[in-house]
C-alpha cells in the first residue's frame, strides 16, 4: 500500500501530502547560519531539557510500564484466571504528545496511554485497582483521577514528573508486546473513549510518518510552539493553537517545503497560513472513509462540521477537526498574528529585525480599556481542581455567546491561561478583553446589554453535575486601570507608559517612511522624515496610528502601541468612555493596514509584495516552481482548491452544536433557559462604561481599586441589539456616583 499520504508527480518523483510542494528550493549558505542562530536562541531561551532531566524521564516511563504489567497479572488473578491467562496478561505503555513528537520542555508533562485487554475495565479496573496502586506509592504524588471527562484520565507526579495517564481497552484477551496501535483493525469493537485515547497516539506517529526531514520538523515545531505561548495564542480549550494544531500547520509547511531548513520553514509558516482562506482545510494526507464505520470530518455530509471555522484535520483514522474550539473573535487574533510574524519575517531577511521582536509578549493587559473577569472558588483544592476544569470547559461559550447576541458588534479575546489571588482562598480567576467591532455605529448613550447572556453563560456553569456547595462563579467588568494587581508579576503594577515600545518604533518608523515614500510618488503632502523634524515624525506617527487602528477594531486587538489615558481622570469622566474611535487610538497601533475581514472565511489572500520574503530569489540551489512571490501565492491558492473549497462556514454555531467536547455530565444550553430563572428579570444591575451586566456580577472583590465607588448612570434597562441596529435609548442623564449597595432593582421593560 506503501506509505499513507505519499503521491506521484507526473515525473514519477514523490513527495508527501495532498499537493506538490510549492518549492523543492534547498537551503543557502545564508539559511545555513540563520537556523544554527535559531537553535541557538532556542538552547537560550530554555526549551531544551538537560540530560539528567531525559534520563528521569525514560526512567518513569519505564517504571510506569512495569506497574501496568504488575496490575493486569493483578486484576487477572481477581478474576479467577488460570496462572497460563495470568502469566500472559500484559498492558503497555505508549507516548503520544509533545514527548513522543520530541519537541517537549523542561518541566512539561508526559502524555501517556495504557493498553489493557478486554477483561481491564476502565472503571473498576483502571480508575480502581490501578488508581488504588499509584496512591499508596511514594514516588506518586497530586493524583488526581478525572473519570468522567470526554477523555477519561488520571493525572499524577511520579518522582516529579508530571505525567497525564489514559486508557485504552481492546478487543483482545492478551495485549503482544510488539503492538502496533496504527493499524485500524486495533479499532474493532472498542468504545468512544478507547477510540478518542488511542487518537492521541495514532496521530502523532501519523505526524511523524508525514513529514519529510522529522528533525527540521521537530526545531520549527518548538519554535512555533513558544512563539503562540509568548504571544498567547496557545490554549486549544480557550479557541486558540493547542500543541497537536501546532503539529500540522508545520508539518504541512514542511511538506510544502520540503528540502527547507527551520528558518526558511518559519518564514514560510506565516506567509502561507497569512494567506489561507479559512475554512479551507489543513490535511497532511486525504481523508480516509476507513473500513469501520466511523464518522470523519466531512462538512458535505455532517452537519455540525459546517460550523468550523478553521479545520486543521488529523491524519489518522478516523480523521477530525483538532480545532473545533475556535470563534470568530480567537481565528481574528490568530490571523493577525500569523501576518505581523510574516511582516517581522520579512523585516528579519532584510536584516532589519531579529527574533526578540517575533517573541515579543503579547500586552494583554494593556491592549484594551475593558475587561471581563471571571472569578471561581471552591472550598478545598480537590472541588476546585474539578470546577477549575469545568469552567475552562465552559468559557468558549461565553464568548460564542457574547457573539451571538450582540451580533459579532462585541468581540471577545479570551486570555489563555489564569491567575490566583494568593489572599484569597481555592480561588482562579480568568480574563477576557472586550472591544467593539470596526464599522458598528456609535449612537449617544449606547451600551452592550450583556446581562442575559452572562446570567445565561452563569446558569449554564452552575448546571454542573458535579456541584459542590462553596463552588462559585462571579463575572465582573473592570477596566484596564482597575485591574487587580495580583495578576502582575510580583503583585506590581506595571507604569504603562503613553510612549511606544522598541517595537512599535521600529514598525512606525518603516510604516512611516513607507507612507512618505507612496505619498511623494503620488505627489502627496508627505513630511520629510529626519533627526531635525522631531515635530513632524511624530504627527506622521501620530496619522499612521489613527488610520491603522481604525482597521483593526475587527480584527486582533492592538500587539503593539498602547497608549494609557494620560490626562487626570475627573469625577464626571471616568464612566463616560465609548468604544469608538478614540478609544481605538488609545488601545494601540498595528502593523496592519488591511480592511477589516468581513467574515471569518474571507482571510485576506496576501500580497505578494508584502507578505513575502526575499529567500525565494536566493534559492538556486535545486528547481524551484517559486521564482517569486507572485507565484508562490498562485500556488498557495491552487493548494485550496481542492474538494473542500466550496466549504464555506456558517455564520452562528446553533445551540446543539454547543455541546462542550471537554466533559461528559454536561448540560444542553438552550437560549430561553435564564428566562425561567426567577431572579434574571428583577437583578440588581450597573451600567458601566458600555456593557451593562448583573449588578451582582459587578460587585467582585478585586474589580475596582476605589474601594467599591463606580461612576454609573442611572439604573436604565436597555434592551439587546437587534440585526446591528441600536435599542432607543433614553436621554442621557447626568452622572451620579453611587455606592454599589445603594443600586436598586432593574425596571424589566419588556413586561
Known sequence: ?????????????????????????GPTEEDVNKTHEL????????????????????????????????????????????EQLVHEANAKIFTFGSYRLGVHGPGADIDTLCVGPRHAT???????????????????????????????????????????????????WVIPEDLDVSQESILQNVDEQTVLSLNGCRVTDQVLRLVPNIQSFRTTLRFMRFWAKRRGVYSNVAGFLGGINLALLVGRICQLYPNALPNMLVSRFFRVYTQWRWPNPVMLCAIEEGSLGLSVWDPRRNPKDRYHLMPIITPAYPCMNSTYN???????????????????????????????????????????????????????????????GWVESRLRQLTLKIERYTYGMLQCHPYP??????????????????????????????????????????????????????MDIHVSHVKRRNIPNFIFPGGVRPSFSSKVTGENKKSLK?????????????????????????R?????????????????????????????????????????????????????????????????????????????????????TAPDISNNKEEERLAIEQIMSGPYDAHQALAEEPDEVEEDLGYKNQVEDNGGSVKNNSDSSNSKFAVVEELVIPKETVCSTHSFSNGGLEELEPAE????????????????????????????KAVDKSS
Not at 478525572?146 to 483482545?172: E, Q, T
Not at 434597562?717 to 436598586?744: D, E, Y
Open 326 to 388: 475556535v470563534t470568530t473573535s480567537t481565528l481574528r487574533i490568530m490571523s493577525e498574528e500569523f501576518k505581523r510574524g510574516s511582516e517581522i519575517c520579512e523585516a528579519m531577511e532584510a536584516s532589519k529585525d531579529d527574533w526578540d521582536t517575533l517573541f515579543e509578549p503579547y500586552p494583554f493587559f494593556e491592549a484594551y480599556k475593558n475587561y471581563l473577569q471571571i472569578d471561581i472558588t471552591a472550598q478545598n483544592p480537590d472541588d476546585l481542581r474539578q470546577w477549575k
Open 417 to 470: 491561561g489564569e491567575f490566583s489571588d494568593k489572599s484569597r482562598s481555592f480561588h482562579h480567576c480568568y480574563f477576557m478583553g472586550l472591544q467593539r467591532k470596526q464599522g458598528v455605529p456609535v449612537n449617544e448613550g449606547e451600551q452592550f446589554d450583556i446581562r442575559l447572556t452572562v446570567d445565561e453563560f452563569k446558569h449554564s456553569v452552575n448546571a454542573y453535575t458535579l456541584w459542590k456547595p462553596g
Open 536 to 620: 513632524k515624525r511624530k504627527r506622521l506617527e501620530n496619522n499612521n496610528n489613527l488610520r491603522v487602528s481604525k482597521s483593526f477594531v475587527s480584527s486582533s486587538p492592538p500587539n503593539k502601541e498602547v497608549h494609557e489615558d494620560v490626562t487626570p481622570i475627573s469625577a464626571t469622566s471616568s464612566c463616560s468612555m465609548k468604544l469608538d474611535d478614540s478609544e481605538v487610538n488609545s488601545m494601540g497601533a498595528q502593523k496592519s493596514e488591511t480592511p477589516c475581514l468581513k467574515s471569518v472565511d474571507k482571510v485576506p489572500s496576501g500580497d505578494s509584495e508584502t507578505n513575502g520574503s526575499a529567500m525565494g530569489n536566493q534559492q538556486v
Open 510 to 534: 518603516s510604516r512611516v517612511s513607507g507612507q512618505s515614500q507612496a505619498e511623494k510618488s503620488q505627489g502627496g503632502k508627505a513630511a520629510v522624515l529626519g533627526a531635525d523634524d522631531e
Open 122 to 172: 476502565r472503571e473498576e479496573d483502571f480508575f480502581g485497582e490501578l488508581q488504588k496502586m499509584l496512591s499508596e506509592m511514594d514516588e506518586v504524588t497530586e493524583l488526581h483521577p478525572v473519570p468522567d471527562a470526554h477523555v477519561p484520565v488520571m493525572k499524577f507526579k511520579f518522582n516529579g514528573v508530571s505525567v497525564d495517564l489514559l486508557y485504552a481497552r481492546l478487543a483482545l
Open 1 to 25: 500500500m506503501g506509505i499513507p499520504g505519499m503521491s506521484n508527480q507526473n515525473n514519477g518523483q514523490q513527495w508527501l501530502g495532498i499537493t506538490e510542494p510549492i518549492s523543492l528550493a
Open 717 to 744: 434597562l436597555t434592551a439587546p441589539l437587534l440585526c446591528g441596529i441600536p435599542a432607543p435609548v433614553p436621554q442621557r442623564k447626568p452622572l451620579i456616583r453611587l455606592n454599589f449597595t445603594s443600586l436598586g
Open 39 to 82: 537553535e541557538k536562541y532556542l538552547q537560550g531561551v530554555g526549551l531544551y531539557e538537560s540530560q539528567q532531566e531525559a534520563v528521569g524521564r525514560e526512567e518513569v516511563l519505564g517504571r510506569l510500564d512495569q506497574i501496568v504489567k504488575i496490575w493486569v497479572k493483578t486484576i487477572s488473578r481477581a478474576k479467577g484466571f488460570n
